[in-house]
Structure formats: C-alpha cells, structure tokens
C-alpha cells in the first residue's frame, strides 16, 4: 500500500534528511552574549518541576521542555509539505501496513550527564508512555503494541496503522533510560535536575525565574549562538505587556491589546509576523470544548444550538483586538485548509450568531422557552465555561459568550479560578473531566485531521485521564474516521475521511469552533535576529512546544 499522502508529504513511506538548520559560525555561544528572555504566558510563582510528560510541570508551561529534552523531529506547520527538521532522528520509514516505523538515530549524541544516547533510549520511552498512560497527557502518542532499540536503529509497532500520526510520534520527547528507569512512578517524578540531549541545561532556578546555560555536550554546540535563557515569572497576562513592549523580554508569546499601538508603535525593534493586521498567523483552531458526559450537554442538539447563538465576530473584536478571526464553517476548518472544506459546510455559522436558529434547534429537541430561559422537563440549559482569569484574552471571551448566552435564553456563566493556580486548575480539570464547558486552543497539524483528533479521538481518554479529547466525545463513527484516514493511500481517501469527520462536527459539535487560533509571538530585534516572518516562514512563530527549539537554533545575537 503506497502511504505517501498520509499526513501529508511529511509522512511518507521513507525520509532522508539533513543536519537541522542552524547558524553556520563554527564557533561556540560567547559567554558575553546577553541572555535571550522569553515568556509565553504568565505564572507565578515557580515550582522547579521539568518532567515532560507533566502538562502542570512548568518546563511544560513555559515550553522549555524540548529545549532539554529533545523530540525526534519537528515539523513546521505553515509549510505542511516541507520536510520534518530533524533533531534526535535523521531517517524515518513506515512499514507496507502502516503500523511499525523504523527510526535512525543521530550518531555522537550524548545525554548531558556525558553518557552516549542510543535508539534504546527512544524505545525506552516510549514504552515508559506505553506502561503510564498518565504521561501521554501532552502528546498524543497512539496506542502503542511493542517498541525496540538496537544501535542506531528504533522500531516501533503499533496497534493500528498509524501513519498519519507520524506528526506527533516523532515530536515526544526523549528522556535517558539511565536516568528514568530507577523513576518509581513517572507521573509524579519532578525531574528538578534534568538530563537532556537539547542544547540547553537548567542553570539558575527560583520561584520568580530560572536561565538555562548551553549543555556542554551538545552535538551542535558550535552552531549555536544562544548562550543563556532567562524565564522569569509573571503573575498573568495582562502584566506581560510592558516588558514584551519595552524590550525586556525578546520573545513573547501573549496577546496584546491593540498590538500597532501597544507594540509596533513602542519601538523600531518589535516586530511581528506580519506588517499588516492580522499581525499573527494562525496555527489552530480555538474552541468552546463541551464535556459531553454531562446533561445537558451529553445533548448534541443542545451543543449544536449553543454554537449557532455564538457571536464570534464580537469575541473576536473584543476579546482578541481583531487577531483571531472568527470561524464561519461548521465544520471548524481553517482557511489556510479550505480545500478539504466541504460545500455544503462552507459560510455556515453566522459570524454574528444565529440566535433563531439557535431557537429552532431547541423546539425541536423539546425544549420550551420559559421566562427568559430555554427549558426541558423543568431544568434549563446551565453550564459554566472555564478559563483561567491567567489567561486575559481567553476569560474575557468566556465572559462576552456568558452575556451572549444568556440574551439567547442559556443559563452559562463565566468560571475563572480565583485561587491564583489558574492555568494549573484549568488544565487538571481538563485532564479529569472536572468542568462543563472550557475555552481552550486546538491541535496543530498539517491537516484538519489534527483539529479532529485532537476534538474526537476517544483513544486519547484512559480511565479518567484524558490527554486530548478533554470533552470525552466517544462516537464509534468518529472512531473509524480517523482510522479510516490512518489507512488511507490516496488524496481521495483522505478527503473522504475529513468529509465524514467534517460532517460529525458539524452535526454533533463536540467542540464549537470560535476563532482561528493565533500563533501569538512577537520578537525584540534589540538583541537577537533570525525570526521567523511570513517571508520567511521556516518555523511557525511561536515561542511554542516543540518549535521553540528550532527558532532557537535560528537566532543570533546583534553583537
């Protein structure tokens, strides 16, 4: 079976690859070169915790973590059919059926501590993801049958065909069986001291900011012209603004209110993806995520209706300053993926709401209009959506769909997490299924099946733990869809299965799509060039798991 169009080009059948591409000075980072400062969104305080696999561990929340520990590869989504960059592999093949891929290691690597890496460390975790589902939290490894390393070479074998989750299998990160195979349980373990291969090593840690230094074994040491990163902490968002706008951070990746007049206009050094709004591209879908093993929300009609009464236009001017355009296809497909849109799903939610239409959609699953509210068997629709209060944009979103529901007869209210851990609590709950109704990003991909996996995919659900699929939607249909695009081994094949999984959203809408999500970044050119652009778009632009690694590897200093 020919597996070439699978995932895109990226995932085809055998890959040879290059060296990663880096600064081309062969010599080291100077000690001198000022520390590149990056914040991606605002903690505090700091606990030193940098397990990987922890989605609440803050290397993970402040995507530092592949800066450590590196991933296989990283591919870039605003170039689908470019090739992976390679980090920790250099070659990859997939077996006829689709279910076992051969992994070539990069040769002199060595883990920071000095000992030698090997496809035995790449076997070995992915078989500690296999034996602690807990740790598939962030990264969405399908089920795995057997992994084994020998030499330079891993094999993995899965329990399906599982070509077009290539994207997210080779972008776990790989930790050292020397290290972790004495770990009791490797959901708690902080890992406050890590061992990587990445070009980066925890230096400083505190409650307010830590720095990395340069990992003195690192294999592409004399490429590198980073010599130091410095996270600091911030209590939310809304405190970022200043030092992203002043320079004092170099790399931000927050969003700003009126970013011409707060951030452009401040300084000749700040640039932006682009020169024109919208300033940022989008890399995902955000959405309204449902838990659907709740009443009333276990209810498709009931989620159908509360995605047509949805202003967006307004969330995305209010909410997002203009930055985050709103989806107008039920299907919550971006333009940037317009091909595999369906016709029939093409400009079908309103931008302003459909409040009617909404309405329609009740009355005919029982519900009566009592009052002000909608009503069935005595109990109106009532739910809360959660967002941390952390996360500025997002709850004011949570807020305006709060007023809109409400004018459209639907009891929601806003949840922020007043406890000061919000970003923490929020994902928990998301993990545990504790919440109604969250506004969260979606999945990159180099397809919509990525946004469908990530929505759909009840694999992603063990015990009470969920790694993706937060809202618990099990449909056998959705099921054998993205299975259906796993086996598929041609482009028609592939539409079709994006068709199917298209019309579920539609229809079903365990997820109703809101805006297109932005990948928010914004760069200081006072101390460092080689950014990404939309002229330039190597990397997406993000201060963002897994990409980060790459933009870093870009940089230089102005010195």
């Not at 709004?277 to 159908?304: E, H, S």
Request: glycine residues 8%; proline residues 8%; contains cysteine.
């Amino acid at each position: 079976m020919n597996l070439k169009f699978a995932g895109s080009v990226a995932a085809a059948a055998a890959l040879a690859l290059g060296a990663a591409a880096c600064g081309s000075s062969p010599s080291s980072p100077s000690s001198s070169t000022k520390p590149l400062t990056i914040v991606t969104t605002g903690i505090s305080p700091f606990t030193q915790n940098f397990n990987p696999f922890l989605p609440t561990s803050i290397g993970y929340e402040m995507h530092v973590t592949n800066l450590i520990n590196q991933p296989l590869m990283v591919f870039n989504t605003q170039k689908p059919a470019q090739p992976p960059v390679p980090e920790l592999a250099t070659n990859y093949s997939w077996s006829p059926d689709g279910k076992t891929i051969t992994i070539t290691t990069r040769s002199g690597v060595k883990w920071s501590d000095g000992k030698p890496f090997s496809a035995s460390d790449v076997a070995f975790t992915f078989n500690l993801i296999k034996n602690n589902s807990a740790l598939d939290a962030n990264w969405s490894i399908p089920p795995l049958q057997s992994a084994s390393g020998s030499g330079d070479t891993a094999t993995l074998t899965f329990t399906q065909p599982e070509v077009a989750d290539t994207f997210f299998i080779l972008q776990a990160p790989i930790v050292p069986q020397h290290v972790w195979q004495s770990v009791s349980n490797p959901a708690t373990y902080t890992d406050s001291n890590p061992v990587g291969t990445g070009p980066f090593v925890l230096d400083h840690f505190s409650s307010t900011d830590f720095t990395l230094k340069v990992n003195p074994d690192y294999y592409g040491k004399s490429t590198l012209k980073v010599s130091e990163i410095n996270i600091p902490s911030y209590s939310q968002n809304a405190n970022l603004q200043t030092p992203c706008s002043d320079g004092t951070i170099d790399w931000c990746g927050i969003p700003i209110q009126g970013v011409q007049q707060q951030y452009l206009s401040k300084s000749k050094d700040n640039v932006i993806w682009s020169t024109s709004a919208p300033y940022y591209t989008a890399n995902n879908v955000a959405g309204l995520w449902f838990n659907t093993t709740k009443a009333p929300l276990n209810d498709p009609a009931v989620r159908q209706a509360i995605s047509y009464a949805i202003n967006r236009q307004q969330l995305a001017t209010d909410g997002e300053s203009g930055e985050e355009p709103p989806i107008t296809n039920t299907a919550g497909i971006l333009p940037a993926y317009s091909s595999y849109l369906p016709s029939s799903l093409a400009n079908t939610l309103n931008p302003a709401g459909d409040t009617a239409k909404a309405g329609e959609i009740l009355t005919a699953d029982g519900y009566l209009k009592v009052g002000d509210f909608w009503e069935k068997n005595g109990q109106k629709i009532t739910f809360s959506i959660e967002v941390p209060t952390d996360y500025s944009d997002y709850y004011t979103d949570a807020q305006l769909l709060a007023r809109q529901l409400q004018a459209a007869g639907i009891d929601a209210s806003a949840k922020g997490d007043p406890g000061g851990n919000g970003p923490t609590t929020w994902t928990n709950d998301l993990n545990s299924g504790n919440f109604d109704a969250a506004i969260r990003w979606g999945a990159e991909g180099l397809t919509p099946y990525y946004t469908y996996d990530n929505w759909m995919d009840y694999s992603g659900v063990t015990g009470s733990t969920a790694g993706y699929d937060y809202g618990r939607f099990n449909d056998p249909a959705a099921q054998a869809a993205l299975q259906a695009y796993a086996k598929a081994s041609s482009p028609a094949a592939l539409s079709a299965a994006i068709n199917t999984l298209a019309n579920i959203e539609a229809t079903q809408v365990p997820v109703a799509p809101l805006m297109e999500g932005a990948a928010w970044a914004e760069f200081s050119t006072r101390n460092y060039t080689g950014w990404p652009s939309a002229s330039n778009a190597y990397m997406d632009p993000g201060p963002n798991i897994p990409e980060i690694l790459v933009v870093v590897q870009h940089l230089k200093p102005v010195s």
